[in-house]
Nanobody, 117 residues
């Protein structure tokens, strides 16, 4: 089993950047696929970015060219670098872990990102 804790959210202006971090506890972190998803108020949850245990990544079309997902297995960390933020990126962002890139099984409690002028 794995436990996840996100950090790095906050209030930023349009066009600015944020880096979200997620620290995992438990063993075999390197074997998990990791992901970030988000949920805006009144909207469905959206998978934003996934990184496999092999380092392959997949990004939602809505964030391609702006967001980057990365991981540091030695530190049991996964990151979401978010650039050129817009108000549409406002949401609670959740760190996920799963046994493959298509199936997540564990979620953190989330960190709020608000993009507003």
């Amino acid at each position: 089993q794995i436990q996840l804790a996100e950090s790095g959210g906050g209030l930023v202006q349009p066009g600015e950047s944020l880096r979200l971090s997620c620290v995992a506890s438990g063993s075999q972190f390197g074997m998990y696929a990791m992901a970030w998803d988000r949920q805006a108020r009144g909207k469905d949850r959206e998978l934003v970015a996934v990184i496999g245990s092999d380092g392959n990544t997949r990004l939602a079309d809505s964030v391609k060219g702006r967001f980057t997902i990365s991981r540091d297995n030695a530190k049991k960390m996964v990151y979401l670098q978010m650039n050129h933020l817009t108000p549409e990126d406002t949401a609670t962002y959740y760190c996920n872990a799963g046994w493959n890139m298509n199936t997540m099984a564990y979620w953190g409690r989330g960190t709020q990102v608000t993009v507003s002028a």
